[in-house]
C-alpha cells in the first residue's frame, strides 16, 4: 500500500511508546483493561514490527519466542481503528512471517482472538485448539508452517 513503511524494532526505539499506546487504544480499551496493570517484561525479548503512515504507527505486532525451538509466538497483533481492512494487518503477518523464515523457525502459533480467526484464516493459519479464555474474552491456537 502506498506511503505505509513497515519496519522491525524492539523496545529501545523512540517508536515504542506509540506501539504501547496503539495497542493499549486497540487492544486493551475495548475490552475494559489496561497494559498498565500487566507485566510487559516479554516486550524486550520480542522483535516488534510496525506500519507506519507519516511517522505515525498505525499497526503493530510482534514475535516472542517460546521454550519449541521450532516455533515462534505472534501476538499483539493491532491495526488503528482507521487503517484496518486496508491490507496494514496482512502486510504486518507477512513481514513476521518472512522475518521468522529467514531466522529458521519452522511455524508460527498464536492466540486469536475468535472474533479475529477469519483473518488468520485467510493468511494461512489453522486452528489447533478448542475455545479458551484469555484477557476475559474467547481465544483458539492457531499455527502456521513457514518453511
Ligand atoms: C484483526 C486485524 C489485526 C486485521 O488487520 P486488518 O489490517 O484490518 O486486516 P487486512 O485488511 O490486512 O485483512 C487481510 C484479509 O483478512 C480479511 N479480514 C480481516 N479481518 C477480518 C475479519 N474480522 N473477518 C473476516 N475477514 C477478515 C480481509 O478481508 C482481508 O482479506 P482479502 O485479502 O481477501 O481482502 C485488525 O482488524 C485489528 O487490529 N482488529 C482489532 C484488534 C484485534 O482483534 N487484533 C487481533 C488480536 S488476536
Redesign the pocket.
Known amino acids: 500500500m502506498e506511503g505505509i513503511v513497515i519496519s522491525r524494532i524492539n523496545i529501545q526505539d523512540e517508536r515504542y511508546p506509540q506501539v504501547y499506546e496503539l495497542r493499549e487504544e486497540?487492544?486493551r480499551k475495548?475490552i475494559g483493561l489496561s497494559l498498565k496493570n500487566e507485566d510487559l517484561s516479554a516486550d524486550a525479548q520480542n522483535d516488534i514490527f510496525i506500519a507506519e503512515n507519516a511517522n505515525e504507527v498505525i499497526?503493530c505486532?510482534m514475535l516472542h519466542p517460546i521454550a519449541d525451538e521450532e516455533k515462534i509466538k505472534l501476538?499483539?497483533?493491532?491495526?488503528?481503528?482507521r487503517?484496518?481492512?486496508?491490507?496494514?494487518?496482512?502486510?504486518?503477518?507477512e513481514a513476521a512471517e518472512a522475518y521468522a523464515k529467514e531466522k529458521g523457525y519452522s511455524s508460527i502459533i498464536?492466540?486469536?482472538?475468535q472474533?479475529?480467526?477469519?483473518?488468520?484464516?485467510?493468511?494461512g493459519y489453522y486452528t489447533t485448539s478448542s475455545v479458551f479464555t484469555e484477557v476475559g474474552i474467547p481465544?483458539v491456537v492457531m499455527e502456521k508452517d513457514i518453511f
Open positions: 486497540i487492544l475495548p499497526g505486532v501476538r499483539q497483533m493491532a491495526v488503528h481503528s487503517w484496518q481492512g486496508q491490507g496494514i494487518g496482512r502486510m504486518l503477518v498464536l492466540h486469536a482472538r472474533v479475529a480467526e477469519p483473518f488468520y484464516k485467510k493468511l481465544h
